[in-house]
């Protein structure tokens, strides 16, 4: 049986993220995230249909807007952020531009 490296589970990274989009389209979970001072320019990812839950942990947030069917995360200032398969489940990480990556 092989067993998936910590690499497969890693869905993307984007640097310098001010706003993070959570949403569904067609059944199919989504993140979208745009980039600190630049919200014309956003980079997707199609999350897997199996995905049970997102979770958004350790990144500071000045406001949430939700507006079904999708949630706006603000982040408070710009993050290096990282999306990974953890099980069933989708985890949104990252720290403070500039501080090193953990």
């Known amino acids: 049986m092989a067993v998936a490296s910590d ?6 990274r984007v640097k310098r993220a001010g ?3 959570l949403g569904v389209s067609g059944n199919r979970p989504w993140i979208e ?3 600190e001072g630049d919200l014309m320019h956003t980079e997707r990812f199609e999350l897997p249909a199996s995905a049970a839950q997102v ?3 350790e990144l500071p947030q000045k406001t949430i807007l939700f507006e079904p069917p999708r949630t706006m995360i603000y982040l ?4 290096n952020i990282e999306i990974r398969r953890e099980g069933d489940n989708v985890v949104v990480r990252g ?4 501080e090193p990556q953990v």
């Open 33 to 35: 995230v745009c980039y």
């Open 95 to 98: 720290t403070r531009a500039g």
């Open 76 to 79: 408070d200032g710009a993050h």
């Open 55 to 57: 979770f958004v942990e």
């Open 7 to 12: 690499t497969d589970n890693l869905l993307g």
């Open 19 to 21: 706003v993070i989009i």
